[in-house]
């Protein structure tokens, strides 16, 4: 899927990419688990906008992952527009032992749908896997659930450190092959032909088009 570098290694991408879904379902620890590989069993609720940066290695391109991660409190929703615009992909988390959390979604999908991309990446989440004894909520529902709205799924536990990687190598690989696409439909897009001596000559743009690329994303 993909390999972790440090932040000093120059990137050819930045993908804003964002954490959502109900409080307390573990999205800081996740984060913190991929970012810095640490949990925190006594974090706090996050107030506002938090986020931090991790590089990755697709295929022989890096990229530089900014994800964002926010408050699931109703209270704190006024920075909605503004915390999915430019995001190209969204890790929508419920907690495994709180079954509400899943009944939830629906709202964060609605949410998502109505002011991110058409095209964002979503891999739907379920926390904190390792509590096996308090389960409300089967792996064959999010199964269900993401297959009904085309997403992908995966089970995760930021305390036991389990799949947390793979979910966000997952989201970070796929947003990477929507963008390299976009930018051969680009090149496509912005190809001229000309005619010369009554033969038709086409010429290709060779710079890389890419929206999301930035020559200074690797400054913080």
């Known amino acids: 899927m993909g390999s972790s570098l440090s932040d000093d290694d120059e990137c050819d991408y930045l993908f804003k990419t964002v954490l959502i879904g109900d409080s307390a379902v573990g999205k800081s620890n996740l984060l913190s688990r991929f970012a810095k590989d640490e949990f925190r069993i006594d974090s706090k609720p996050t107030i506002g906008v938090e986020f931090a940066y991790r590089n990755v290695k697709v295929g022989d391109k890096i990229a530089k992952a900014q994800i964002w991660d926010t408050a699931g409190q109703e209270r704190f929703r006024a920075i909605t527009s503004s915390y999915y615009r430019g995001a190209l992909g969204a890790m929508l988390v419920y907690d495994i032992t ?3 959390t899943f009944e939830n979604l629906k709202k964060w999908l609605h949410e998502l749908r109505e002011y991110g991309n058409h095209d964002m990446v979503i891999v739907l989440v379920g926390n904190k896997s390792d509590l096996v004894d308090s389960r409300e909520v089967e792996a064959e529902d999010g ?5 009904i709205e085309n997403l992908c799924f995966m089970e995760t536990s930021a305390k036991e450190n389990l799949n947390v990687e793979d979910a966000f190598h997952q989201m970070i690989a796929n947003i990477f092959e929507i963008s390299s696409q976009k930018s051969l439909e680009s090149k496509e897009d912005v190809a001229t032909k000309h005619v010369i ?3 038709k000559e086409i010429i290709y743009v060779i710079d890389e088009v890419t929206a999301t690329k930035q020559t200074s994303c690797c400054t913080s």
Do not use: E, F
């Not at 199964?143 to 297959?147: D, I």
């Open 197 to 199: 001596n009554g033969r």
């Open 143 to 147: 199964q269900n659930l993401a297959q």
């Open 98 to 100: 709180r079954r509400g």
